[in-house]
């Protein structure tokens, strides 16, 4: 069993309290680019404030940054870290504009507290929409140059010199007259009684000396080992441990249980009965899991057992006949819908799972007066708030511990595993991890909205000259930040509709508002953009071959006033060797997008067999960012969500039958594997721009240049996700 | 009963009934949690250990069938030489995101290399394919198990 010892060697790395602190040696999430005054006051902010870091003894300028004696600097990760390697790159940002000793960079997750760490865009802690080191560009700069011209003053006045005639590397301040440094741990104490400068002057780019550098993430060392502490590792004394069973029928709810076998299973300790779910909790997972097993209960469906994908889907389409509310309308596009050759598709997306590995959890502990939850959270602050609600306690009385997340992909922006944590805790007064299976995880997600959008264009002269465009589809927004859902559109599921890169006079974007019957929707990686980005890539292509022209060559005519976009494609093509001859049935395929501040071009190059099985050959994506703080980062961030991708392209899709999911773990809700992935190759353009997203762009890349790529080998124009095979096939045709 | 067993060369003894997956008590009762949960049906390899050196799914393998075995668990893999390359390998190409499943990446590329030292695409493909990454890391994984093999540096 546990002992206090073992736990003691265990949790000793978390430093201050529980939080895990991670010493080295030495992006993702979701959304759109909110360009929305989301700011603060719109919604509610979690004032009451959790303990923060103990900062007595330290030089602590701001709420990221602590220096001790020793010159041991702490970092306070205001994102939090699921894989994107956001915990290096703002580490990277804040060490650049404070000078700091890369070798003494120590790292925190940050605290439930919107008021210090809320993510700029939002007001809230979020992690998502790509937007790390987008929102965080500025403040967080800003906050290491205070810091650095407090360690100047300090040392200046020490030495009675003008701080001007100061510089500062590595941690150390230098008079350049007299020779004279000082450490960054040396003037701690000192600098903490400096006055804040006002306007501080940041850094000129070509001075950056970490910025735009591969440096070795901070957070890998401890994944090599085992010692990496995620959410589902959480290890207590007296901890027992639970898994649950949610009513299968969505919105359903619990009818009758018998426990009498269940309770005869060894090292079985409690049954919890809720309104929608069952829980078992045991001395370990294996007892909880046989326990659950053994329960004999009766749900009681409700209506949503009527409910399937051909419901869902007649659902969908019918909505998308209607008009939507206009997110963008440019020219007139009834004029020009009049004139030219037309084109008419629709585009549809199913239902995916997130399927991160680490199965969604919470651990939390209830005791008379107090809450305390150890979990991997995309949402500090607002699990923060629900588990209170779910405890009957004060926010104040609810600690939030934060952990590293073994995948988010937009899951973790929900705080339903927390909750329900809490409601089974509240039974018991020992602490509880509470761990879903993957089945559990699968069929209780929050899935990626089923979309449908529509294109309605015109050619005149081998150009399109209209463009409608409309999305139906969830609004997500609408529930997640309902301050955002403003006249009726969902500014995330038009995002990239809107942001379209073609210069095309009649251009013209709407939304229709369709929930689907039955089954919750939330954000998945990529968001918004996915739908968009698929179907206006797919549609290009189409629109490319009625004109009679190259997909490349087409899109360039349209590209006059995106000279990045314009690069990105010209670059991309050139790697890829387009144009030069292929093999029968192996197909190149493009995607151009501008998502997340981001350009990216892609080219994906296939074979499809006469079985209709696709099979990856190479993968070439060329992207500016803007301003690549860990280049490698980026690298990685496009290869990873390329794969991310194309395993939705190939494989993704959650169906519906009863009001239940029918999938359930990987053998039935498949994953692309190492042996049919090709080399990808990602090349980074060196720019000055402003930093763009990076985390899921990759994603909305990879299904349109497949099926384009398809579409060049086969002919066939597919216009659904996931691939069918069976419309691919020698001799079909779609 | 009190079940033996010997983990990283060290002898444990716990209460655990036979059938149950040695994975649950390596993280539960040890409180070894270096080894991930990720499906419970030998799908996504987030679990793997070493049974006398081979790669072996530990959600479905129950204690019983292990006794008199060494077993190696991501904590000690680091003491074997082909453990240690794939390590550092897997530092120095920057392989790991979000690093859930790196663990069980780490244990199956280290039983590969133990038996076939220079492993060409396809002894990688065949010792990798059970292991899924939904962050995408398979490029650099395979690269990383060709620079372990070969000793090159980055």
């Given at each position: 069993m546990l002992t206090a010892e073992k736990l003691r060697q265990r949790n000793s790395a978390d430093g201050v309290s529980r939080r895990v602190l991670l010493t080295g040696g030495l992006a993702t999430g979701f959304l759109l680019a909110f360009h929305l005054p989301l700011r603060a006051a719109s919604y509610a902010m979690n004032e009451p404030v959790q303990p923060p870091d103990v900062t007595a003894g330290k030089f602590a300028p701001n709420a990221f940054i602590r220096i001790d004696e020793a010159g041991n600097t702490t970092l306070i990760m205001p994102q939090v870290e699921m894989g994107q390697g956001t915990y290096t790159s703002i580490s990277m940002v804040l060490a650049e504009e404070l000078d700091a000793d890369w070798t003494k960079v120590a790292l925190l997750h940050a605290p439930p507290n919107d008021k210090l760490y809320g993510n700029p865009t939002f007001g809230l802690q979020v992690t998502g929409n790509s937007n790390s080191i987008r929102a965080w560009w500025k403040p967080l700069r800003t906050a290491g140059a205070t810091a650095r011209a407090m360690l100047v003053q300090a040392a200046a006045a020490e030495w009675q010199v003008d701080p001007a005639s100061c510089t500062t590397s590595k941690g150390e301040v230098a008079h350049a007259g007299s020779g004279r440094k000082l450490g960054y741990g040396v003037l701690a104490l000192a600098a903490q009684g400096q006055t804040p400068p006002k306007d501080v002057l940041l850094k000129d780019p070509k001075d950056f000396v970490y910025i735009g550098q591969s440096l070795k993430r901070l957070d890998t060392p401890e994944k090599v080992n085992g010692k990496a502490v995620y959410g589902i590792d959480a290890l207590l004394p007296d901890m027992k441990f639970a898994t649950v069973a949610a009513c299968p029928v969505f919105g359903g709810k619990v009818g009758k249980v018998d426990d009498t076998a269940a309770k005869k299973v060894p090292g079985v300790r409690k049954i919890v009965v809720l309104d929608d779910m069952v829980a078992v909790i045991g001395d370990h997972m294996w007892a909880a899991k046989k326990g659950l097993e053994a329960l004999k209960i009766e749900w009681d469906e409700g209506p949503n057992a009527k409910i399937g994908s051909k419901e869902i889907w007649q659902h969908l389409r019918a909505a998308s006949e209607k008009d939507g509310a206009v997110a963008k309308s440019v020219g007139d596009i009834a004029k020009g819908l009049a004139t030219g050759d037309k084109f008419e598709a629709s585009f549809e997306m199913p239902f995916l799972a997130?399927?991160?590995?680490?199965?969604i959890n919470a651990t939390v502990h209830i005791k008379p007066d107090s809450c305390e939850v150890w979990t991997g959270t995309q949402i500090v602050s607002r699990v923060q708030s629900e588990a209170a609600k779910a405890a009957g306690l004060p926010v104040e009385k609810v600690i939030v511990n934060n952990h590293l997340l073994g995948g988010g992909f937009g899951r973790k922006l929900e705080p339903d595993m927390v909750v329900a944590a809490v409601r089974i805790a509240k039974q018991v007064d020992y602490p509880v991890k509470v761990v879903w299976t993957r089945e559990e995880d699968i069929q209780h997600d929050v899935y990626r909205p089923v979309y449908r959008d529509t294109v309605t264009a015109t050619l005149v002269d081998g150009k399109v000259a209209a463009w409608k465009y409309k999305v139906a589809g969830s609004a997500v927004l609408a529930r997640w930040l309902p301050p955002a859902f403003q006249k009726g559109i969902d500014i995330d599921a038009v995002d990239a509709a809107v942001d379209a890169p073609y210069d095309i006079p009649n251009f013209h974007v709407e939304y229709v508002r369709a929930e689907p019957p039955a089954v919750p929707t939330g954000f998945w990686r990529g968001v918004g953009p996915n739908n968009n980005v698929f179907a206006v890539e797919c549609a290009m292509d189409e629109l490319a071959r009625k004109a009679g022209k190259d997909p490349v060559e087409f899109r360039r005519a349209m590209l006059a006033s995106k000279p990045r976009a314009l690069a990105v494609l010209n670059s991309a093509a050139e790697k890829a060797n387009w144009g030069q001859p292929l093999p029968p049935r192996v197909g190149r395929g493009v995607c151009l997008q501008p998502s997340f501040e981001t350009f990216i071009a892609t080219v994906v190059e296939a074979e499809i067999d006469e079985m209709g099985e696709v099979r990856l050959r190479r993968v070439v994506s060329v992207v500016d960012t803007g301003i690549a703080v860990n280049p490698d980062t980026v690298k990685a961030q496009l290869e990873g969500g390329l794969i991310f991708g194309l395993t939705a392209a190939l494989y993704g899709e959650i169906t519906i039958d009863k009001g239940r999911v029918q999938q359930s773990n990987f053998h039935d809700y498949r994953m692309l594997r190492i042996d049919q992935m090709p080399k990808i190759e990602v090349h980074v353009v060196k720019s000055g721009e402003p930093p763009g997203g990076i985390g899921e762009t990759g994603v909305n890349a990879g299904p349109p240049a497949l099926r384009n790529a398809i579409l060049a080998a086969t002919g066939v124009a597919l216009r659904r996700m996931p691939i069918d095979r069976s419309l691919i096939a020698v001799g079909k045709k779609a | 009963m009190a079940t033996i067993l010997t983990i990283n060369g060290e002898q444990k003894s716990f209460d655990a009934p036979p059938e149950m997956p040695l994975l649950w008590v390596l993280r539960d009762i040890l409180g070894m949690t270096g080894t991930k949960f990720g499906c419970g049906i030998a799908q996504c390899g987030a679990c793997t250990v070493h049974i006398d050196g081979k790669a072996v799914r530990?959600?479905?393998?129950?204690?019983?069938?292990?006794?008199?075995r060494a077993v190696t668990t991501i904590e000690a893999v680091g003491n074997s030489p082909a453990g240690a390359k794939v390590q550092k390998a897997w530092l120095d190409l920057e392989v790991i995101q979000c690093g859930y499943c790196q663990s069980g990446q780490i244990m199956a590329a280290a039983a590969l290399l133990a038996a076939t030292p220079n492993p060409d695409d396809s002894d990688i493909d065949a010792a990798m394919a059970g292991n899924i990454c939904r962050c995408g890391t398979y490029v650099r994984i395979r690269e990383a198990i060709k620079q372990a093999a070969s000793g090159r540096q980055s």
């Open positions: 997130h399927a991160s590995m680490e199965p | 530990s959600c479905v393998l129950p204690v019983s069938a292990v006794r008199d």
